[in-house]
């Protein structure tokens, strides 16, 4: 079994993923063969492994960053939000099972076999596993039947390092706080600690982190500076959304909705030079001078149709469709475009079906066994396009015979309207391509640039493991793993 470290956070979005990320990299260049792995993980923004299973969008960035394929044993068990219902737990990349908060907590025990599984598949292949924890390692009222924090670590002997961000104010608090609430044993588990996000002056920090080493009794083993290039990185969660304004030509606007999913399909285009990228909060109306707006995917499709209704864009998009503007259905957007929405098993709560926004001649069913697989094809326009699907039901009706693609396989996929303004699809990742993104944009009078999506991520994961190169010890890092 390859020797193992384990990163921890003071809380939520204090740059775990991004650190894990960094020094997989970092490692990878200097020759060790690793990989990463988070046991437990909660986000809609998932991504497709080639078994045609589901992680987490922020272990496939680290799986590239080790440069090895995306597997489901690097993020065990996954779990994706739906509104009403709790959320749907997936375990090494299948769905067995739809639980609420306190539902989940009687489940954890018995996931601990498969996750510690693989654990030990993850590390057969490697010189040095990388350990993603979640949340905070003081949430000492989730502890009971943990495996996401101190318990895996616990279970499995993983030194941990705790990471804090100074961004936030209080992370001396934060770092001696955690000591402080934890238990004893759970304590001992870590072994040194990381200030992340420190800007301006690093030496205006030296003496925080001699108090911190001093009242916790932890190795030091970085003060890391803000990265500024984070924003290229794909965002994990929602909450982490930000918009990327430019002086483009072409305004782009998405609604976000509570369930927003897989909105990493946004990225590309956020970079183009010729666009203006604007999330629409809710009480924000849609621009009248709006190009394209682009509806996202979504965990609960029905809910999301249902809050877009409530925040009155669904008034706001026919006006937009009426003055000949652009619109885009992703995945469950796709599915919000059409006449109606069947859940006839309340696979996302109620049975029941719902009127769509009626802009294309479909009608969904959200029935059958949930499609998860990577696939390739051609946009009708001709460029080839590498993506995934990740959703339940099926779509038919009239403007599917206007496809927007086809599949490898010669099967079409989408649809488009009669006018032409209005095109839908199940396919995720259409803008990474970039002649596909080029055609994209063609389709709402757009001008493509120079910029190369694939190209942009390596040079900036090997920005980013430069910058730890200098800020973080690696090698008091790699000499504290076992």
């Not at 003055?323 to 109620?350: F, H, K, N, S, T």
Request: aromatic share 4%.
């Amino acid at each position: 079994m390859a020797p193992a470290l384990m990163f921890q956070g003071t809380g939520s979005s204090v740059g775990k993923s991004v650190l894990v990320a960094g020094l997989a990299r970092a490692l990878t260049l200097r020759g060790l063969r690793v990989r990463p792995f988070k046991p437990q993980n909660m986000s809609n923004n998932a991504a497709v492994t080639q078994e045609g299973g589901e992680i987490g969008r922020a272990q496939a960035l680290q799986a590239r960053a080790c440069r090895v394929p995306a597997s489901v044993h690097m993020n065990p068990v996954l779990l994706k939000p739906q509104s009403e219902i709790g959320s749907q737990v997936i375990v090494q990349g299948r769905v067995v099972a739809t639980a609420r908060a306190r539902e989940y907590q009687a489940m954890k025990p018995g996931l601990m076999p498969h996750v510690l599984d693989s654990f030990r598949r993850i590390g057969a292949d490697a010189d040095i596993v990388l350990v993603e924890g979640a949340g905070s390692a003081s949430e000492i009222n989730l502890r009971s039947g943990d495996i996401a924090n101190m318990g895996f670590a616990r279970a499995t002997n993983t030194p941990v390092v705790l990471i804090g961000d100074i961004d936030r104010g209080g992370v001396i608090a934060s770092l001696v706080g955690t000591k402080t609430v934890l238990a004893p044993d759970d304590a001992a588990c870590i072994v040194g600690f990381m200030v992340n996000r420190m800007r301006g002056d690093l030496s205006l920090f030296a003496d925080g982190m001699a108090a911190i080493a001093e009242h916790t009794g932890w190795r030091p083993l970085g003060l890391v500076p803000f990265f500024h290039d984070m924003h290229r990185l794909p965002a994990e969660d929602a909450a982490d959304l930000v918009d990327r304004r430019s002086t483009g030509k072409r305004l782009v606007c998405v609604p976000v909705l509570p369930c927003i999913a897989n909105f990493d399909d946004l990225d590309p285009l956020a970079q183009e030079p010729d666009i203006e990228l604007r999330l629409l909060r809710a009480g924000t109306p849609l621009p009248g001078d709006c190009d394209l707006v682009i509806l996202s995917g979504s965990k609960s499709t029905i809910s999301d149709l249902a809050a877009l209704r409530a925040a009155g864009w669904d008034i706001d998009i026919a006006a937009h469709h009426r003055r000949g503007g652009r619109v885009l259905g992703l995945c469950g957007g796709y599915q919000m475009l059409g006449r109606e929405i069947a859940d006839p098993g309340g696979v996302e709560g109620l049975a029941g079906t719902v009127a769509g926004l009626g802009l294309l001649d479909i009608n969904t069913v959200l029935a059958g066994e949930k499609r998860v697989e990577q696939v390739a094809g051609r946009l009708v326009e001709g460029p080839a396009y590498t993506g995934y699907e990740i959703h339940m039901g099926r779509s038919t009706g009239p403007d599917t015979i206007r496809p927007m693609l086809t599949l490898a396989d010669h099967r079409p996929d989408g649809a488009t309207s009669a006018c032409g303004l209005v095109r839908g699809t199940y396919v995720h990742g259409l803008f990474n391509g970039d002649a596909a993104r080029a055609a994209l944009l063609a389709w709402f009078g757009a001008a493509p640039s120079d910029y190369r999506h694939d190209a942009a991520i390596e040079a900036t994961l090997n920005g980013l493991a430069a910058h730890l190169e200098a800020h973080a010890d690696i090698d008091g890092l790699l000499s504290l793993a076992r």
